[in-house]
């Protein structure tokens, strides 16, 4: 029988080291991701693009590995110079800061471990920290193995409109409930937009009430930013550290993965205020300690590139967001034909579809009967139409599955013949269902 409990490890001297629900929410994620990856199963689950990096960004990667020797041996433990450097240029005029390259950034290994580092640097034991549901799968985990407390606060999708395709935008955030979230214990809330599985990007507005709130309560903001240049229909990304005050509170995340489509390389970066920083130099110090020379290398000069070329029609952020938002247009026009309802995503990767119609026809899927009805119906929609994606009860903490267990997330960033191939299937799977 499928059912959350608690896993304890504990340390040699009984002290507890790690609490996390079982199956964690990584767990199930490995699970469908597994499950997808099968022959002949277009894999629209898992988060990463199907086609190669940027020219330039390949070519600055044979560069680093064929180029100087040198870029074999270690480099400074907290980033490659030309990188630190860049990231701080380039993003200080993003966020209106005057950023040191030394005291103001920390390269990782990817976006994953900035927010490890952040979480093993800022959080102790029995500190809270605010998740908004949905939430990127590692948020919850981190914060127990941290010693923390996970305190969950959902955004709540608007009533639906008949005839009319929903918007992320309708899912908002209770400003009353989200206020009394926050306690004396409070030491962080993790902030991820463009937001992972829903695709909403936070606007100004909302970001203003989370940082009033953070500087009310002398609260952290970490801002999981790692799709900031995936937005899409004119809606506007705005970086929280660059409000009044948020600065010098705020951990600002990103990805080379991401930025250049270029998940394998595992660069990602962290950038806030000295104060911040400095414990998070200290638990990658004592951990990680260095980054790989040659990939730091590759991101630096492709940075480079892009700096060259960002705002004009050139620019591969420009382009990059112009063929993601056709993907999304394309595949958002595919589900409906078999009865899903896409939620229209503002930015990322992803979107998440309502399978409620479906649901309503085929209620009784196998599978154990607290078992969460999205994670038995991907299984279904798996094996018998060969199409993989996420539950997006995933995303949620287990009080909350089951008021969400309608919906399910498709990464849409594929290449044109993984598109066509879900069409295939799609149309095969209306022509199925009949007139």
Aim: aromatic share 12%.
């Amino acid at each position: 029988m499928w059912q959350p409990s608690v896993c304890t490890w504990w340390g040699p001297s009984g002290e507890r080291r790690l609490e996390l629900p079982s199956p964690s929410a990584f767990t199930r994620l490995v699970e469908f991701i597994k499950l997808s990856s099968e022959d002949d199963i277009v894999n629209l689950g898992q988060g990463f693009p199907d086609f190669p990096p940027p020219a330039f960004a390949v070519e600055a990667f044979q560069h680093a590995v064929s180029g100087d020797f040198m870029l074999n041996q270690y480099t400074t433990a907290f980033g490659y110079p030309p990188l630190t450097r860049i990231l701080a240029s380039f993003f200080g005029k993003l966020l209106g800061q005057e950023i040191n390259p030394r005291k103001n950034v920390l390269v990782t290994v990817g976006a994953y471990g900035a927010l490890f580092t952040a979480f093993q640097a800022l959080v102790d034991e029995g500190d809270e920290v605010i998740i908004i549901e949905p939430f990127f799968d590692c948020y919850e985990p981190m914060t127990l193995m941290a010693g923390g407390r996970p305190v969950f606060v959902s955004l709540k999708p608007s009533p639906t409109r008949d005839g009319e395709l929903d918007s992320c935008s309708d899912w908002q955030l209770d400003p009353v409930e989200l206020a009394s979230k926050f306690t004396s214990r409070t030491k962080a809330l993790i902030l991820n937009t463009p937001s992972n599985p829903l695709g909403k990007v936070f606007s100004r507005a909302e970001l203003e009430l989370v940082a009033s709130l953070c500087q009310q309560h002398d609260v952290v903001c970490i801002a999981d930013e790692v799709y900031q240049w995936l937005v899409y229909d004119g809606y506007q990304h705005v970086s929280i550290a660059s409000l009044p005050g948020m600065w010098d509170r705020t951990l600002t995340i990103g990805s080379a993965g991401k930025t250049f489509s270029a998940t394998g390389w595992k660069v990602g970066w962290v950038l806030g205020p000295g104060r911040l920083l400095k414990h998070l130099h200290t638990v990658h110090q004592n951990s990680i300690f260095h980054c790989p020379t040659q990939a730091q290398a590759a991101v630096a000069e492709s940075f480079e590139w892009e700096q060259l070329h960002f705002g004009q029609p050139s620019s591969y952020f420009v382009q990059f967001q112009q063929a993601s938002q056709r993907s999304r247009d394309h595949v958002m026009r595919s589900l409906q034909v078999v009865g899903l309802r896409p939620i229209i995503p503002q930015g990322s990767y992803f979107l998440i579809t309502d399978i409620s119609e479906l649901k309503s026809k085929m209620p009784d899927l196998p599978g154990a009967t607290d078992e969460p009805y999205d994670s038995r119906f991907v299984k279904w929609m798996i094996k018998n139409k060969g199409l993989g994606a996420i539950p997006v009860s995933i995303f949620y903490s287990a009080p909350h599955r089951k008021h969400f267990d309608h919906y399910i997330r498709i990464c849409f960033v594929k290449d044109e013949s993984t598109l066509q191939a879900m069409d295939k299937k799609l149309q095969k799977w209306k022509d199925e269902l009949g007139p």
